[in-house]
């Protein structure tokens, strides 16, 4: 049930990523090169330099959705650590690859400070007393705090790739999401909207101005929550669901099947007696791409795209 | 005279809990409509609503009321101090500290399978345990002072392990939505399962409990009274403790930690009816039940989500205080 298309992408993307890095470099050089193309060479030479020194090489991400980033887009050896959940499957997409890279202890201000880095990235939801301790020790501190959708998404590679010194390959990725987005946007044209729901023991449900929202939008699916009215994570109703008619209950588990979601499921009331359940019409999407504030939620788009219009992906 | 009226008052009151908790809900029906759906007519999702949801829940919310009142009335007997509860005691952190350990153990364990019948099975064992706690650290008659302290002790010692079973389960929110559950009490999402689960042992131990309102009327006079009138006192206490902790380790089983109904409930009922026992026990687990439908109604149409031990505690709270300040 894995997503080929987006297997090869990534062998695509780590195999080149040693070539990338050298032509980052000299892309980056000649735009300097055209920039100041009428000033004298010693000028030259002068802007230059610092430019290239001032290029991080100790970066120490604080988050996941920030590790999932940069580890699209920084050369290996500019990443200090990751966050201390970046290694955990249950909520990082990256997590065989962020094992390759030392993690913090903690989230805290000195976890982070112990490997003296030169940039630190930070998520919206990183505590403020962290961040204050952070920038009152005086590191360059990027806090990425936009995530709801692919735009966000965007923008945060724009801003991470400049402060990186890898404009170019933060640019080849949009671009690359971009295609994928609108390929996918092609197959699903003209498909009718499947009713979907996501469900879970957890007791709220994803409503309008989700991530959950954003990954129907792209799926060909109707989140029936939304539609109801329900904005943000809103507690689940247990009446109310039977007369929302979702034809499919979408469900992340740390089993690839689903079955211990299924199992969780199956003992709460107001899921089991509802048609999609006692039918078994689910969409199993791993908890970790559900909640991927990435660009990786692309992966997520195809995977339920495929689970719920199977006519149209193969 | 008024303890005449007090059956009826009290049965009417529950009917009328339970008839209301069965009409009112999320989706609005009609009383022809929830009537017909009983009955098992209707279209499917009244039905549904009626037959799996809300009379489920109307079942569960009246053992747990019942239970807990009975609880504290027995408990007071017991420690013959008006300021006794399971949940003052501790009793109840107990049991939730119980049904916690199942539920963080339980993603390890294999989870749809172990809970069911794990969880009751270890709240009970964990409501002794917590009830072994405080007939050691408060001996019979203890006063008020040190009955309480020691209930403050192992409240905050019971949740501390909570506590830190619910930071180790960060990782699983879902499991972690679960515990905050046991912790704030709440009769949502309630099923046949958990009927099956708690009703038929919370009324067995009710029926238990029945023929020994005599006994306790003479306790209350004092133990060396009772032993002389007849009463083989260490057996008695021995039934009591048990029977009381039972019924709020399954209370707490199905509804999470439920607070101050069984300190509430009996002295209404002691104000309104007076302290004999034959009769305050029947009362009290009659007015537990009707009492919690009516906090469970109002955390079902309040438009915030509050919780059921959010309601009953905001009741219970200025309450104690009142009785605490009262003279006596």
């Keep these: 049930m894995h997503d080929l298309s987006c297997q090869a992408d990534k062998d695509h993307h780590q195999g080149t990523k040693g070539t990338k890095n050298c032509q980052g470099m000299g892309r980056c050089f000649s735009w300097c090169l055209g920039a100041l193309v009428v000033r004298s060479f010693l000028f030259l030479l002068l802007a230059a330099l610092p430019l290239m020194a001032a290029r991080p090489q100790r970066v120490v991400s604080q988050a996941v959705g920030t590790d999932e980033l940069l580890l699209a887009l920084a050369d290996p050896g500019q990443i200090a650590a990751l966050s201390h959940i970046g290694r955990d499957a249950r909520f990082s997409v990256v997590a065989a690859e962020a094992k390759r890279f030392p993690a913090l202890k903690d989230s805290d201000a000195e976890s982070v400070l112990r490997f003296r880095p030169d940039l630190v990235l930070a998520a919206s939801f990183t505590r403020p007393e962290t961040l204050a301790l952070l920038r ?76 959950f929202q954003d990954l129907c939008e792209h799926a060909g699916a109707v989140n029936v929550a939304a539609e109801a009215g329900l904005k943000g994570h809103a507690p689940t109703p247990s009446e109310k669901l039977l007369t929302w008619n979702a034809e499919v209950l979408v469900i992340s588990g740390d089993r690839p099947d689903g079955s211990d979601a299924r199992a969780r499921l199956a003992e709460i009331p107001h899921y089991r007696v509802l048609p999609a359940f006692k039918a078994g019409r689910f969409a199993v999407i791993p908890g970790a791409l559900m909640s991927s504030v990435s660009h990786h939620r692309i992966d997520a788009y195809e995977l339920l795209a495929r689970a719920l219009h199977p006519e149209r992906l193969r | 005279m008024r303890a005449r009226l007090a059956i009826p008052v009290l049965v009417a009151l529950l009917v009328l809990a339970f008839l209301a908790s069965l009409a009112f809900g999320e989706l609005r029906l009609s009383f022809g409509q929830v009537v017909s759906a009983l009955l098992g007519g209707g279209d499917d999702i009244a039905r549904t ?24 009335v027995v408990m007071q007997a017991f420690f013959r101090n008006p300021l006794a509860s399971p949940g003052l005691l501790g009793v109840s952190s107990g049991g939730a500290l119980g049904a916690v350990a199942v539920l963080a153990l339980a993603p390890a364990t294999g989870f749809a399978a172990a809970t069911l019948w794990a969880l009751p099975a270890a709240s009970i064992l964990g409501a002794f345990g917590a009830t072994g706690a405080v007939l050691m650290l408060a001996q019979r008659g203890a006063g008020t002072e040190r009955l309480l302290l020691s209930g403050v002790a192992l409240n905050a010692l019971l949740g501390a392990g909570t506590s830190f079973l619910l930071t180790t389960t960060a990782g699983h929110f879902e499991v972690n939505a679960q515990i905050l559950f046991w912790l704030m009490g709440g009769l949502e999402s309630r099923s046949w399962e958990h009927v099956w689960m708690g009703v038929p042992a919370i009324l067995a131990a009710c029926l238990l409990l029945l023929p020994l309102g005599r006994a306790m009327d003479l306790l209350s006079l004092g133990e060396q009274s009772a032993q002389s009138l007849g009463v083989d006192v260490r057996r008695l206490r021995r039934q009591l403790i048990i029977l009381s902790t039972v019924l709020t380790a399954l209370a707490t089983a199905v509804g999470g930690i439920i607070g101050f109904v069984g300190l509430v409930v009996p002295h209404m009922l002691r104000i309104a009816f007076g302290p004999d026992h034959r009769r305050l026990l029947p009362y009290s687990m009659l007015g537990g039940a009707a009492f919690l439908l009516a906090c469970d109604l109002v955390t079902r149409t309040f438009p915030l989500g509050l919780r059921l031990g959010v309601v009953t505690s905001l009741i219970g709270g200025p309450f104690f205080l009142w009785l605490l300040r009262r003279p006596r």
Aim: hydrophobic letters at 50%; charged letters at 25%.
């Design chain 1, 136 to 211: 009152r020790a005086g590191v360059r501190l990027v806090v990425l705090d936009r995530f709801d959708s692919l735009e966000d998404v965007y923008a945060s590679l724009r801003i991470l790739g400049h402060e990186l010194g890898q404009d170019a390959r933060a640019e080849a990725l949009i671009a690359q999401c971009r295609a994928r987005v609108q390929a996918l946007a092609e197959r699903l044209r003209g498909a009718r909207p499947v009713r979907v729901l996501t469900a879970g023991a957890y007791p709220f449900t994803a409503g309008a101005g989700t991530t």
């Design chain 2, 49 to 72: 609503v009626v037959r799996d949801f809300r009379l489920p829940r109307a079942l569960v919310g009246m053992a747990a009321g019942a239970a807990l009142g009975a609880s504290g």
